[in-house]
């Protein structure tokens, strides 16, 4: 693995805090030109290793260069993570060439809040403060797919999330709901939620599906009968650990794995 800092002088940055890096995890044979960008869960508090690395390997072992963003968390507040996000999407899409893949599949990734993040990233286009202060700022900042694991859609589907993205006034809250901000022009999605998730209800899933929907944009949805919030790679839950394989389907299905 290879640590990339996303900037020189990454813009909100607060001395003491965390230095948002992205993860490079290269396969060791390369079976693909596209690429995914892993964001991982934990409430916008906290990252869960086991969303990020557990992911990467998985998508090294299908000849996926792939890559972890550790995005800023709490105390950090919006816009901070997206603007991560979206520097880590512009930041793979200028050195494309260098990391062997194809600027237009870039899919991004996430588990839970992460989920949140890279769904945001698909829909919320407005400029965000931040942004500009070098050439890699003027690239396309949109992914090109997106791969959601039981996320976080609106404030309804975990309050906490969205406290700790934008406090406790939650200003701007409605702005940053994915549902809403689906056009005909968001990525294609993967989604997966289990049926039992406790802490994220699926409802607010089958609520965003319904949006792409409405807009024609390509889905795939797998609702697995069983269990719990946070099961990553779900290695304990049989009838749920076969999304990975589900998952690597549709990557080959839309042209990111030869």
């Given at each position: 693995m290879e640590a990339i800092k996303l900037w020189d002088d990454a813009p909100g940055y607060v001395e003491g805090s965390e230095i948002p890096t992205l993860e490079y995890y290269k396969a060791e044979?390369?079976?693909?030109?596209?690429?995914?960008?892993?964001?991982?869960g934990g409430g916008y508090g906290r990252r869960a290793p086991?969303?990020?690395?557990?992911?990467?390997?998985f998508l090294n072992s299908i000849g996926m260069n792939c890559f972890v963003l550790e995005y800023r968390v709490a105390p950090n507040r919006f816009p901070i993570p997206l603007l991560d996000a979206r520097r880590a999407i512009r930041y793979v899409r200028a050195n494309a060439e260098k990391f062997g893949i194809d600027p237009g599949k870039i899919a991004i990734m996430g588990s839970s809040a992460g989920g949140h993040l890279?769904?945001?990233?698909?829909?919320?286009t407005l400029p965000i403060a931040g942004e500009g202060k070098d050439e890699?700022?003027?690239?396309?900042?949109?992914?090109?797919a997106q791969i959601l694991c039981y996320p976080v859609t609106d404030y309804e589907s975990h309050n906490g999330s969205y406290i700790n993205l934008l406090g406790q006034s939650l200003a701007?809250?409605?702005k940053l709901n994915p549902i809403r901000n689906v056009t005909p022009k968001t990525p294609p999605a993967f989604i997966w939620h289990t049926e039992t998730d406790a802490l994220v209800k699926v409802e607010s899933t089958l609520k965003y599906v319904a949006a792409l929907?409405?807009?024609n944009v390509r889905c795939e949805l797998h609702v697995y009968p069983e269990g719990y919030h946070g099961l990553g790679l779900a290695e304990k839950f049989p009838s749920v650990a076969r999304w990975s394989g589900d998952l690597a389907f549709w990557l080959k299905h839309i042209g990111f794995i030869q």
């Open positions: 044979e390369c079976r693909a030109d596209g690429t995914v960008i892993i964001c991982p086991h969303e990020g690395e557990g992911y990467a390997k890279a769904a945001t990233a698909a829909t919320y890699i700022d003027k690239v396309d900042f949109l992914p090109n701007g809250v409605d929907h409405t807009q």
